[in-house]
């Protein structure tokens, strides 16, 4: 399979990244996913990726009470970001969200950034709750 110079080829991958419910996981998580797409070839990603990451995690961390997973996973050249939380509710987004309000964007930015995104209810482990994505293709 042809691929780009210093971009390795396209094998399906799956990392999930387990945070506490702790504003700082945010930046964890946002610099776990920046080193795993630079491994992977993958940083031209990178930044929107990480947008997008932060929004999902911080919409987990902000809305619930508590713990979530981060889960990136590499695809048939689709980067799937998903992050789950204890909260079986649905996700917070307003459709419309006045410009110069500083909350409540989060979704309003995966829906304009990411090629498609959703939710559903998820139990992991013992709990149940909900998983939020969003997807991000190569080209």
Not at 83 to 106: I, K, Q, T
């Amino acid at each position: 399979m042809p691929h780009s110079k210093g971009e390795t080829r396209a094998e399906p991958w799956e990392y999930s990244l387990h945070i506490p419910h702790d504003p700082r996981s945010v930046t964890v998580c946002r610099r776990t996913l920046r080193l795993i797409l630079t491994l992977h070839g993958l940083i031209r990603l990178a930044d929107v990726a990480e947008l997008l990451a932060a929004e999902l995690i911080s919409n987990a961390v902000r809305h619930t009470k508590g713990p979530a997973t981060l889960r990136l996973c590499w695809r048939d050249g689709i980067l799937r970001i998903g992050a789950w939380d204890a909260s079986p509710e649905p996700p917070p987004y307003e459709l419309a969200v006045a410009p110069d309000s500083e909350a409540g964007r989060g979704l309003v930015l995966v829906r304009a950034c990411a090629d498609d995104w959703g939710w559903h209810p998820q139990r992991q482990g013992g709990d149940f709750g909900k998983y939020v994505w969003c997807d991000l293709g190569a080209a």
